[in-house]
């Protein structure tokens, strides 16, 4: 993976956390002008009639943090002040271990947002979708909580258990569900053969060595037989570290502009582009992505999509293009500030927008039809044989894999049709390179 400044000159290195962001210590944001010594006047009566008049007596550290929490809270919902506990969560995350419910969340209009569950986790065994809102966390309403607030109630030892009460749209009446806490550990990418010569790698965050991962279940799969068509899944996967993204879009490139960010700070702008060779030697592609697939799981759809490298099936994508930086505090604490916008190739802001698929694929329940077998001339008595010593009975590979598109078919629509999609794509080069030989 290579990174650039505009005028491709400055080669940066970047170290991230859970959400795509950058690292950043103070010291590199620029002072710009003074400060406005009218408001801080008026921001310290305030402070001090609070600390003089309030029903309850307040110290002034909890005071202080309350207002800087409203300061990010009213910027954008990715901007926010990181507490110790906070910032060691989002460190560990990273890791791949950590003891919660597994959820990715936001706020949004003073809810918290479910942004994906993961994968094995005790959310996504509950059944808790994208989408989501936790109205309640036990008997306490989430309005008007800071999401700091809201983790720090849903965080808690592991085995102990917590009623959520969620709101879902289409759902006529909120519902209760209550999780165990438990340990989360994040099998960033695993891959599996749908049928022989179909390939699928899940990719579920975005870790420090994901990138290297997916090469490394690639390399496995194309060592095992000839790879006619490979499946990316990166539904609900809600992002993470900005360069394992680019790494991973640039296995299934030669090259070329992978994203490129833009804001205010000096090195905020800056391109990323793939290393110059396409490690599954163009093997068709299909990217499955829908509403939980956020932030860096959207620049790899995206930029597929731009190169028209890969199809991308599903639903429509989250819609997160924009960039958090870290910026370290001096006590162990840390503020996480949207700092850029993120663009795909070809120009794209996929902010509140997402990226909408080639193919659109509803996730839904489908039962693969099991009616009375038709008669066919092979059940006619004293049929003429088909002259070629074949037998017309199925084979056991063939009555298996029959079996196993059925129950993919009834468990995961979407993966079964990438599966068929990639067959098809298959078929037609085969007709085409007859035709053109």
């Avoid at 994208?130 to 720090?152: F, Y």
């Avoid at 070329?256 to 800056?270: H, K, P, Q």
């Avoid at 500030?337 to 993120?342: G, W």
């Avoid at 839904?364 to 038709?374: E, H, I, L």
Wanted: charged share 25%; glycine share 10%; net charge negative.
């Amino acid at each position: 993976m290579r990174c650039f400044s505009p005028a491709h000159k400055k080669l940066v290195t970047t170290v991230a956390a859970l959400s795509l962001v950058f690292p950043l210590t103070l010291h590199a944001v620029e002072e710009k002008g003074q400060l406005p010594l009218e408001e801080l006047r008026t921001f310290a009566d305030i402070y001090n009639q609070i600390r003089i008049g309030y029903v309850e007596e307040i110290d002034d550290s909890t005071l202080l943090e309350y207002a800087i929490q409203g300061m990010l809270m009213g910027l954008d919902p990715h901007s926010v002040y990181l507490t110790k506990d906070a910032f060691q969560d989002l460190q560990d995350n990273t890791s791949g271990e950590f003891t919660g419910l597994g959820l990715e969340v936001g706020m949004e209009d003073g809810y918290v947002e479910i942004i994906s569950p993961i994968d094995g986790s005790p959310a996504a065994a509950a059944g808790l979708q994208s989408g989501d809102v936790i109205l309640k966390l036990g008997k306490i309403p989430v309005k008007g909580m800071s999401l700091n607030e809201a983790v720090d109630l849903m965080r808690g030892p592991k085995g102990s258990d917590i009623e959520l009460t969620i709101g879902r749209s289409g759902e006529g009446q909120p519902f209760e569900v209550t999780l165990t806490r438990d340990t989360i550990k994040v099998a960033s990418v695993r891959e599996r053969w749908l049928e022989p010569g179909y390939g699928y790698i899940r990719v579920a965050q975005f870790q420090s060595a994901t990138g290297a991962d997916v090469g490394k279940s690639l390399d496995k799969l194309m060592a095992q037989e000839e790879l006619k068509g490979l499946v990316l899944d990166l539904r609900n996967n809600p992002g993470g570290i900005l360069r394992a993204s680019v790494d991973v879009a640039g296995l299934f490139m030669d090259g070329g502009n992978v994203v490129y960010t833009e804001g205010r700070l000096a090195n905020s702008d800056m391109y990323y582009e793939a290393d110059e060779k396409d490690a599954s030697n163009g093997t068709p592609l299909v990217v499955l992505i829908n509403s939980g697939s956020a932030s860096a799981s959207e620049i790899v759809a995206g930029a597929l999509q731009d190169h028209r490298r890969a199809i991308v099936m599903g639903t429509r994508s989250f819609g997160k293009g924009s960039v958090q930086t870290i910026l370290p505090l001096s006590d162990s604490r840390a503020v996480k500030l949207t700092t850029a916008r993120y663009f795909t190739p070809n120009g794209r802001s996929i902010q509140a927008e997402g990226i909408e698929p080639d193919i659109l694929v509803e996730r839904a329940k489908v039962t693969a039809y099991k009616g009375q077998r038709r008669v066919t001339e092979a059940d006619l008595s004293g049929h003429l044989d088909n002259g070629n010593g074949k037998s017309t009975d199925d084979s056991d590979k063939n009555k298996k894999n029959k079996e196993a598109a059925g129950e993919l078919l009834s468990s995961d629509n979407q993966l079964y049709e990438a599966l068929t999609l990639l067959k098809g794509i298959n078929v037609l080069g085969m007709r085409y390179s007859k035709t053109d030989g």
